[in-house]
């Protein structure tokens, strides 16, 4: 079965700043990834997702992902992060289970943006 | 605009009560499911629905039980056999595929008193 593994549970950065977080996932075979943002008491929001062809996504809010086959990672990054950036961030991956359509979630990043 | 709602945003419960968490969508969304979260796991998944009358166990299924009867809708009863119910939960529904992911409404917070 697949797994996700956010390897920071929090990740401090100064206003202004660049930021990764990152993501990586247990298998090699095609998969679709996902990251979403939840900020405090809401629920989760889609920011980007890859399925197929161009390696570097682009998703809402300035943010990008690289997936990266050969290392199974799909690391989260933005250039200049903002105070409104301060959330949580979840990295998923489908299950190739053709039966169902789950999503198997990472612990989740949280970043935390200081001015 | 189409959505998930879930009600209520915050709920409170004595022990050994059976407490319902309401989620509806309006996305005409085949499969629904719920997930709780609790600080630093992540979100489980307790059950999913992918279709009307028919659900099945996630990873943390005990002490919860849920039904679909109808596609809107996705019920969860949190049941006095759950041992640690408080916790943020989230329903979430997808229009099938996998690559479409999910939209998520914006939680219940149970807590036990």
């Known amino acids: 079965a697949q797994s996700v593994t956010q390897l920071d549970s929090q990740v401090p950065v100064f206003e202004e700043a660049p930021v990764e977080l990152r993501c990586n996932y247990s298998?090699?075979?095609?998969?679709?990834l996902f990251w979403y943002v939840q900020y405090p008491n809401q629920g989760l929001q889609l920011l980007l997702k890859y399925l197929s062809g161009s390696t570097l996504v682009k998703g809402i809010n300035g943010f990008e992902a690289e997936f990266n086959k050969s290392q199974t990672s799909f690391h989260l990054r933005k250039p200049s992060v903002h105070i409104s950036d301060t959330a949580e961030y979840f990295c998923a991956v489908s299950d190739q289970d053709g039966a169902t359509n789950k999503l198997i979630f990472g612990t989740g990043t949280l970043l935390a943006v200081q001015p | 605009d189409g959505g998930i709602t879930q009600s209520p945003k915050y709920l409170f419960r004595k022990e050994g009560q059976n407490v319902t968490l309401s989620c509806e969508q309006n996305l005409n969304h085949d499969a629904m499911y719920w997930y709780r979260q609790d600080p630093g796991q992540g979100l489980r998944l307790i059950y999913y629905s992918q279709i009307v009358n028919d659900f099945q166990k996630g990873d943390i299924a005990e002490g919860y039980s849920v039904s679909r009867e109808k596609k809107e809708s996705f019920p969860l009863t949190v049941t006095s056999a759950q041992k640690n119910p408080t916790a943020f939960y989230l329903c979430a529904s997808s229009i099938g595929p996998p690559q479409r992911g999910y939209t998520f409404g914006s939680g219940t917070r149970l807590t036990v008193v």
């Open positions: 298998s090699s075979v095609s998969v679709y």
